[in-house]
């Protein structure tokens, strides 16, 4: 989704992918909300939801 400014990073296993996502907290209900008629994203689960007043991804 471009514009969003959105960093984070991607794990794959060879099995299974883990994302970390860092967004603005007004984006994180329209990108959710775009991967869930996405195909691509099956069995998405969010495993922590947190506010931080500083990235740790850089732009």
């Given amino acids: 989704m471009q514009g969003l400014g959105l960093t984070g990073a991607l794990i794959f296993t060879h099995i299974h992918f883990a994302q970390y ?29 947190a506010v931080t007043s500083q990235r740790m991804f850089s732009q």
């Fill in 21 to 49: 996502i860092e967004v603005s907290r007004s984006d994180v209900d329209m990108l959710m909300e775009s991967t869930r008629y996405d195909r691509r994203h099956a069995d998405t689960e969010i495993l922590n939801k």
